[in-house]
């Protein structure tokens, strides 16, 4: 959503306060002479082989820096971000919860953080377990037999997902040509279509906002090879009729997608396998706890029903009889690769460690979820307009219909909540809801963050027919002010020059 | 449960306040017949997860309890504590994407010097947030290059491109109706220069070569560019050993229009593959079809300097099946990681590391050429890998010296059943001489 500045008079300056000072970039930091590193010393001949024309002279720019002022510039430059240890993030279907340090100790173990996935098997045996038990495990939550980890995040396991879907269907003999996607689906779904070599039709959702089965047994024609549907939608709501839903699309042949990026609402309590569901993607990211880091890595493993096992990115982790595991590349229907080795590894970890936190109790995980997020509607459901009233799970879309003849939008409304200490939701999308405030507050917020964060949406809505100004305006105390992303657009700076 | 502050006391107002009587009454939408509890073991304490996963962790070999010489796109390079200490702070590890500027500034200013950086090393005047990792990116660039050519169908690769990059390309492109083109490498272990010209036709919307080629050996730019330019096609500049970009030519300098590959050895651990770091420049001309997130400097209202993502009317989230890419996720803590090692190290730093690593490599690819048996293949220059063809299979020999905890090398048979008697030797700033000698022993022994 971007946002246009007006120029206007410099503000009024608290003089007990000097004039605050944007941070220099590193390359401003650096000076002739200055150094950060240390090497042993070459023991062996100092050689230079390759002919002087294939060589450059030198990085003309690069930093020379110390490592004080390295540690210094980094420990500053992270205090201007806002993070989940600091509070809650309202964004919805980005599944912002605690990230448990455990996962990153473990991650960080030499026989994992300093191993190479091309060493030989028989001394690469417990990372190849490791996946081996995570697939198991994954396997079993969604009720599907096999799970690759290979894709490096959501969207390239949309890819992968579809990619099977469509070598399996021209394997049979029955190439397709369209992918039937709901309006209030995020954006990757319809892209991941496209790049899949997909025509992508978009399906209406009725007036409670999930699937109208009209709508779908008209559009659900032999020559549609999936719906991708998530579940539950970018609505928070669950299509209660999943079952009739996959009926549909099987009794044409078709392939039922389920995007698990909302898997939190549910996981541990159904399982997509027994909805009819042939093929899902994850966010190891998402529902499995593994650090967003200001916006990646991810992770993003694919579960599939029997049909599609044969056509899985090569290659998968097996398991001998004797115990021991290898990575089989012998798979002759294999949609091939989607990058080098095998996955996201050091989120395989992570995820992993997670799940043994909960076992067999990780149901909890989504029962607390979907309560949060229907306390938070509870709270403000009388004072932000709320279009789609079915059921919440583990999100709600609220709007900013009521506030909108104030002159305020949901931007305006998501910069002021900055200033309450909030992250604001997610406002550029679902697309069917004008002015959308999305908030999936997450199993790991408690009842006092909850009151809080309800108690400023509700001081806001206040402001917005009070002192509509303020809100306008906001943010008042980030570290920087409204930032002017129309003027970033225009004139285009994307690098420091020396 | 440790991870879920909320209180029975507090649950039961909740519910009260939501007006219903159980969390269960929360899921009516969910079929009875759909819902199952999984089958796990019960929950595990911090002792018990250390315990079981770090068992695991200890089967499997490592870089720092055995002499290491893999590589093959993933190399063990020095990393400066701080630099992953640095990523312990929460506000790195635990925030969010950063659509919310105001918010967000550490993370956006970081991209920034991280993209000035790669600018910085290639040699072209605009880079991305970054890639999943070197072979996305490579499909990323070719798919740019396609959209830039407005209807060609034709991409040439050198055989020389990493065996997965090239596998990776095949997957993407099987049902965008592109074709993909092969030009072999000549006995030198270079692309063929006249196999690349022959194999670029007015179809061709771009030419790929990577350098140091996956065997090794340093490629000049100027040969792909040329082939390209010739036919009105783009070049691409494949990096894989990002640390080489502070010895060698520049793609920029070479005429590439575009740089893509993995920049892992520039500060991130080798994670067993993955995290890694994707990373992709261009020309200035091409900007407005570079795939994935972008941060570019503006003003805040106060008129001070800020960052933001900007030009994001490429991407998936407002263009949806007409984007330039399905990429949403970049690698953020993998590129601060990045920025913050190449800052460390600087100019003359990552000179350094680059120059060592080529040493040692020269110090052992001759050492192993003197050893009776054994022949390095290719004449061409090579940075800090290169082929090694043995006097018998590779793997079983590999096998042996594993066991004597010298990871030796990646048996080429794992991508070319013709090459049997093949592998590929690393080494980096990391190698000690006595180590390089130990392996040369036990090759020379044949680690009996």
New interface residues.
């Given amino acids: 959503m971007s946002v246009e500045i007006e120029e206007k008079a410099a503000p009024v300056r608290d003089p007990r306060r000097p004039e605050p000072r944007p941070l220099p970039l590193v390359f401003e930091r650096s000076g002739e002479g200055k150094v950060g590193y240390s090497l042993p010393p070459l023991d062996v001949p100092a050689v230079i082989a390759i002919p002087e024309r294939l060589c450059r002279k030198e990085i003309a720019g690069g930093t020379q820096i110390s490592e004080v002022d390295v540690a210094r510039h980094f420990t500053r430059l992270s205090r201007l971000n806002f993070s989940i240890d600091q509070g809650l993030y309202a964004l919805g279907s980005c599944t912002m919860k605690h990230n448990p340090r455990t996962n990153e100790e473990m991650a960080r173990l030499p026989g994992f953080a300093a191993s190479h996935p091309l060493a030989p098997e028989e001394l690469s045996q417990g990372s190849l377990e490791l996946a081996w038990r995570l697939e198991q495990i994954l396997a079993e939550l969604t009720g599907l037999p096999r799970v690759t980890l290979q894709p490096s995040a959501g969207a390239q396991g949309e890819l992968a997902g579809i990619l099977m879907v469509r070598k399996a269907l021209e394997k049979a003999g029955r190439a397709r040509t369209t992918v039937l996607i709901p309006d209030s689906a995020h954006g990757t779904n319809p892209a991941s279509a496209h790049f899949a070599g997909y025509k992508v039709k978009e399906l209406k959702s009725n007036a409670r906002g999930t699937i109208d089965l009209d709508v779908l047994e008209a559009a659900m024609t032999e020559d549609v090879a999936a719906l991708m549907l998530t579940v539950p939608n970018t609505l928070g709501i669950f299509e209660d009729r999943i079952l009739e839903i996959a009926r549909i699309v099987h009794a044409k042949g078709g392939y039922l997608y389920c995007d698990g990026a909302n898997f939190n609402a549910f996981v541990g309590v159904a399982k997509p396998g027994l909805m009819g569901v042939d093929v899902m993607h994850m966010n190891l990211h998402k529902t499995f706890s593994t650090p967003h880091g200001g916006g990646g890595p991810g992770s993003g493993p694919v579960a599939v029903c029997q049909a599609l096992v044969p056509f899985l990115p090569r290659p998968t982790v097996e398991r001998r009889a004797d115990g021991t595991f290898f990575l089989d590349y012998d798979r002759p229907d294999s949609i091939g690769r989607l990058r080098t080795f095998l996955g996201n590894f050091g989120m395989f970890v992570r995820a992993l460690s997670y799940i043994c936190a909960y076992g067999n109790r990780i149901g909890e995980v989504a029962r607390v979820a979907v309560l949060n997020a229907n306390y938070i509607r509870a709270g403000l459901a009388g004072v932000y307009h709320l279009k789609y009233d079915a059921p919440s799970m583990h999100e709600v879309v609220l709007s900013d219909k009521k506030q909108v003849d104030l002159g305020v939008s949901n931007v305006d409304i998501a910069k002021r909540l900055m200033d309450y200490g909030f992250h604001p939701p997610t406002i550029s999308f679902p697309l069917i809801v004008h002015g959308a405030l999305m908030i999936e507050p997450t199993e790991t917020e408690g009842k006092p963050v909850l009151d809080a964060f309800v108690s400023a949406m509700r001081e806001i809505a206040r402001e917005c027919v009070e002192s509509p100004d303020l809100v306008r305006t906001a943010p008042h105390t980030t570290p920087v002010k409204r930032v002017d992303e129309v003027g970033a657009a225009r004139n285009l700076i994307l690098r420091w020059k020396p | ?6 209180s029975d006391a ?2 039961a ?3 009260a ?4 009587k159980t ?1 269960d009454d ?6 009875q ?12 304490s ?1 002792i ?3 315990r ?15 002499a ?1 010489f ?1 590589g ?3 190399y ?1 390079h ?1 990393v ?1 504590a ?1 630099a ?1 200490q ?22 956006l ?2 991209i ?2 991280f ?3 790669i ?3 290639t040699g072209l ?3 991305n ?2 890639l ?5 990116a490579l499909v990323e660039a070719l798919l740019m290059a396609e959209r830039l050519s407005r209807g060609k169908t034709r991409a040439v690769l050198s055989a020389g491109i ?1 065996p ?2 090239r ?2 390309v ?3 492109f ?4 592109l074709e993909i083109v092969e030009a072999p490498l000549g006995k030198d272990g270079a692309t063929d220069a006249n196999a690349l010209n022959v194999a670029c036709d007015e179809r061709t919307f771009a030419v790929a070569v990577q350098s140091p080629n996956f065997y090794g050996v ?1 490629e ?1 730019w100027n040969v792909g560019s040329a082939a390209a330019k010739a036919k009105g096609a783009l070049s691409i500049a494949v990096v894989a050993e990002a640390i080489s970009l ?5 793609p920029g ?1 070479g005429g590439a229009d575009i740089a893509c590959g ?1 920049a892992q050895s520039l500060g991130v ?8 770091l994707g990373f992709l420049s261009c020309r200035s001309e091409h ?1 407005r079809q570079i795939p994935g ?21 490429r ?9 330039t ?10 590129a ?1 990681a990045s ?2 090692h ?12 680059a ?2 690593c ?3 490599a ?2 052992l690819k001759a050492e192993i050429a003197k050893l009776p048996g054994y022949r390095i293949p290719h004449s061409g ?3 800090n890998e290169f082929v090694v063809e043995a006097p018998e299979d590779a793997a079983p020999l ?2 042996r010296l ?1 066991a004597r905890r010298i ?1 030796g090398g ?1 048996a080429l048979s ?1 991508y070319d059943a013709l090459d049997r008697r093949r592998f590929l030797v690393a080494a980096t ?1 990391m190698n ?2 006595a180590e ?1 000698d130990g392996l040369v022993a036990a090759l020379a022994g044949r680690a009996s």
């Avoid at chain 2, 449960?1 to 909320?6: D, N, S």
């Avoid at chain 2, 099987?174 to 109706?177: A, Y």
């Fill in positions: 449960m440790k991870f879920l502050p909320t507090e649950r107002a909740m519910l306040a939501i007006g219903v969390i929360l899921f009516a939408a969910v079929p017949a759909v819902r199952q509890a999984p089958d796990l073991p019960p929950p595990m911090e018990e997860i250390r079981f996963v770090g068992g695991m962790a200890s089967r499997n070999a490592n870089a720092r309890d055995t290491f893999l093959a796109g993933l063990n020095y400066s701080i992953d640095m990523l312990y702070r929460a506000e790195w590890l635990t925030s969010y994407t950063p659509y919310q500027p105001e918010v967000s500034q550490g993370t200013q970081s920034f010097e993209q000035t950086h600018c910085l090393l005047e605009v880079a947030a970054s999943y990792e070197g072979a996305s990493h997965e990059y596998e990776t095949c997957t993407y099987t049902n965008l109706g340093v000049d502070a010895l060698l030519a520049p300098e993995e651990p080798m994670h067993n593959g993955g995290p890694l900007q997130r972008l941060v570019g400097q503006t003003k805040d209202a106060d008129g001070r300097r800020a960052f933001c993502l900007t030009l994001s009317t991407e998936q989230h407002i263009r949806r099946e007409k984007a890419s399905n990429i949403c996720t970049n690698q953020g803590l993998m601060l920025n913050i190449m800052s460390l190290l600087g100019k003359e730093g990552l000179r350094e590391v120059l060592q080529h040493a040692k020269e110090y220059p090579t940075f590999l096998s594993a990871l990646v794992r700033e000690e001489r390089m």
